[in-house]
């Protein structure tokens, strides 16, 4: 199975800061890379995919990138809603894995 | 618009099973995996399974083989989650979710299912 290495565990942020989580995969996933937020006590909502693709709805602040092994969600101007966990997941190869997840916290 | 309606919470004893649906609407059932996934307490999440309403077609997570069984009833387009021999490992909140079709991501969610094994 392929290990999706998520950092930091855990985000502390002031709003309107910029804030970056790394996700690492165990092999080359070749951009099969999806980001997902949740918020306190909700389902998991898809952020992103491809790596850089964002889905529809989600503001623009939200962005994606990365390649290989190396991923990253960039949120810019940190909004209050924004406070919740995030999890990065590899569609590459069965079976999907997810990343332990990064918890967002205002400062 | 798209909603996938889940069942209420359970509480079951250990070494029993519980089935748990996943009613979709606002699209068309059969064109979609339904993939399940369980999230531990306060933990990470697991992609358990998914199943293609209109062959019944499955895959699985080599973890969940012989734990968890997937079935479909096209008639009322609705998804079920069966998870037999429960143990204390088994609690947890399990979602259905629709998998989009170009890209195989999760695109909606049900409310999720807590499921509590405890005698």
């Known amino acids: 199975d392929i290990q999706m290495t998520q950092s930091p565990a855990s985000l502390s942020a002031s709003l309107g800061e910029t804030v970056t989580i790394e996700c690492r995969a165990s092999?080359?996933?070749?951009?099969?890379l999806a980001w997902y937020q949740q918020k306190p006590g909700k389902s998991p909502q898809l952020l992103i995919y491809n790596a850089n693709s964002l889905h529809t709805g989600v503001p623009s602040r939200f962005s994606g990138s990365g390649s290989g092994t190396q991923y990253s969600l960039k949120i810019n101007s940190l909004q209050s809603e924004d406070v919740a966990s995030y999890f990065c997941?590899?569609?590459?190869?069965?079976?999907?894995?997810f990343g332990a997840g990064t918890k967002l916290e205002l400062k | 618009q798209v909603k996938l309606l889940q069942s209420g919470a359970a509480l079951v004893k250990p070494g029993a099973s519980v089935k748990m649906s996943c009613k979709a609407s606002g699209y068309t059932f059969t064109d979609y995996w339904v993939s399940w996934v369980k999230q531990s307490h306060g933990k990470s999440l697991e992609w358990i399974g998914e199943?293609?309403?209109?062959?019944?077609?499955?895959n699985f997570n080599e973890k969940f083989k012989g734990k968890a069984t997937l079935t479909v009833d096209k008639s009322t387009s609705t998804a079920y989650m069966e998870l037999s021999r429960l143990t204390s490992e088994d609690s947890a909140i399990y979602y259905c979710t629709r998998r989009a079709t170009r890209v195989p991501v999760f695109d909606y969610w049900g409310q999720g299912v807590m499921v509590t094994v405890s005698s």
């Open positions: 199943i293609y309403p209109n062959s019944g077609a499955t």
């Open positions: 092999e080359d996933i070749y951009n099969g």
């Open positions: 997941q590899q569609y590459y190869n069965y079976p999907y894995t």
